[in-house]
Nanobody, 115 residues
Framework: QVQLVESGGGLVQPGGSLRLSCAVSEYVSRIYTLGWYRQAPGKERELVAS???????NDGDFVTGRFNISKHTSKSTVYRQMNSLEMEDTAVYYC?????????WGQGTQVTVSA
């Protein structure tokens, strides 16, 4: 069974940075896309960013230059660098993998931006 293990969430002050990591228990060659979604209280889950096997990136509508997604070229791991965090970025962040023909999700990691 495919497992996604997330790390890197936590409490950070406004303007701070966090780096999320997600390791997938699957051969990198089988993974088509890796990415991050987030869900804030009372809101729907939304795309943060994804990257496919060819390195093509897809950012969510709200993403600015503050966030950057990257993946390890030989490991089944995806990273999310988040800078200049704002209180509105507070949410549970979920790792997502699409491995034909199924979607897989991590358990979620809480990111709280608060003074």
């Amino acid at each position: 069974q495919v497992q996604l293990v997330e790390s890197g969430g936590g409490l950070v002050q406004p303007g701070g940075s966090l780096r999320l990591s997600c390791a997938v228990s699957e051969y990198v060659s089988r993974i088509y896309t890796l990415g991050w979604y987030r869900q804030a209280p009372g809101k729907e889950r939304e795309l943060v960013a994804s990257v496919d096997r060819h390195g093509n990136k897809n950012d969510g509508d709200f993403v600015t230059g503050r966030f950057n997604i990257s993946k390890h070229t030989s490991k089944s791991t995806v990273y999310r660098q988040m800078n200049s965090l704002e209180m509105e970025d507070t949410a549970v962040y979920y790792c997502h993998a699409y491995i034909p023909w199924s979607d897989y999700w991590g358990q979620g990691t809480q990111v709280t931006v608060s003074a």
